[in-house]
């Protein structure tokens, strides 16, 4: 039950008990302005450039090009060209291939009186000020945690961060420093980050400031304010949270751009019969158009709510008027005025395809807008 090859870094890290049970759209369619070049701006993103083969309780930024530790705890890195504890697939927290390459590194994200360990990683090139960007990277929870987390973020600032302890690195911790801008950005998971058999995706979409040039990732809340997996029980001293973590990839994404008086469709693929509620990626798609009318002022736009044929027509037309409501009423509470949205539903008049194929029937539950110039009148 216990693991005797256990890092003696901390006085913290020496009370963690190894335990090795395992436990643990909306979518849019529009024009773009310009293109996304797709190059992946982030330095050394899959761990795969160093300067020696893990052996043993090496900090990262000794080990690895381009990767730094912005406090006194470090991660572990594990590379396939190690024959130790700290090998790929097999190594002394569990057993995982790479998703690329050949290595990877691991975190602590929780543990006994906060202990926490994070990556820092540079960027190719100062961020673009408000640019649209993506970021995405893998992770795996480790065979020997006890505990899984259920978020995770990034912090993105404008030079390199060093601090003296293994503390968290709150907000608060973060504002004391002289000169340091940050940004932090939430990311979501496409499954359970309680997952140990494979590679979890985590991503975020957001703009850029104009300041970023390094990415620090890991836990930023204390161990009071981290939602967990695995708490039905009392939590014991010894648990604890660690993920391997592989593939970061960071893009400018292309600036949103409308033709004026040109349909487009947002889709929540599909619309359930009765369905009308924006869930998490809808708001998301709404806020890239709160973005373009809050930087097109002379702009108003048209909500045009749509239904498929499988209610009487009085039925569609009061839940195609709902659909678009609920977009209108949405870009409202972001802070667009009354005067500039105008919104109807029209049931199931204006098919697509004329509901001849089943993918046509289900897409006739949309919204559509129209972007035109601002009436004076």
Request: charged share 25%; with cysteine.
């Amino acid at each position: 039950m216990g693991n005797n090859r256990f890092k003696m870094r901390s006085e913290n890290r020496n009370q963690i008990t190894m335990n090795h049970s395992s436990r643990l759209l909306f979518g849019i369619s529009l024009i773009i302005s310009g293109f996304a070049n797709g190059q992946n701006l982030v330095l050394n993103g899959g761990f795969e450039e160093y300067k020696t083969s893990p052996s043993n309780f090496t900090s990262v930024d000794a080990t690895l090009e381009e990767v730094a530790t912005p406090t006194s705890s470090s991660g572990d890195y594990f590379n396939s060209c190690s024959n130790t504890d700290f090998s790929v697939p097999t190594n002394f927290k569990g057993e995982q291939s790479a998703f690329e390459g050949s290595g990877y590194i691991g975190l602590y994200f929780y543990a006994l009186n906060d202990y926490r360990e994070y990556l820092q990683l540079n960027s190719a090139r100062t961020l673009r000020e408000k640019y649209p960007y993506k970021i995405s990277f893998k992770v795996s929870l480790a065979e020997a945690s006890t505990l899984a987390v259920k978020d995770m973020a990034i912090v993105l600032t404008n030079k390199r961060v060093k601090l003296p302890n293994s503390s968290t690195l709150t907000n608060g911790r973060l504002d004391l420093q002289e000169g340091l801008q940050f940004q932090k950005v939430k990311l979501v998971p496409d499954n359970s980050l309680a997952e140990t058999t494979g590679w979890v995706t985590l991503s975020a979409e957001f703009e850029a400031k104009g300041f970023e040039n390094h990415i620090i990732v890991g836990n930023f809340q204390a161990n009071k304010a981290t939602k967990l997996y695995g708490t039905e029980r009392t939590i014991r001293s010894g648990d604890f949270s660690y993920y391997y973590i592989d593939h970061f990839v960071l893009e400018e994404l292309p600036r949103i751009n409308y033709e004026k008086d040109k349909i487009y469709v947002l889709e929540q693929n599909p619309f359930e019969p009765k369905g009308y509620k924006l869930d998490g990626k809808a708001m998301a798609s709404v806020k890239k158009i709160f973005k373009y009318l809050k930087e097109n002022a002379e702009v108003q736009m048209k909500i045009t709510g749509h239904s498929d044929s499988s209610g009487t027509p009085e039925y569609n037309k009061f839940i195609s008027s709902l659909r678009a409501r609920a977009v209108a009423l949405y870009l409202k509470k972001l802070g667009i005025e009354d005067d500039r949205i105008v919104w109807e539903g029209v049931g199931d008049s204006k098919p697509l395809r004329n509901g001849k194929i089943k993918q046509g029937h289900l897409a006739n539950r949309r919204v559509e807008f129209v972007m035109t110039t601002f009436d004076e009148q």
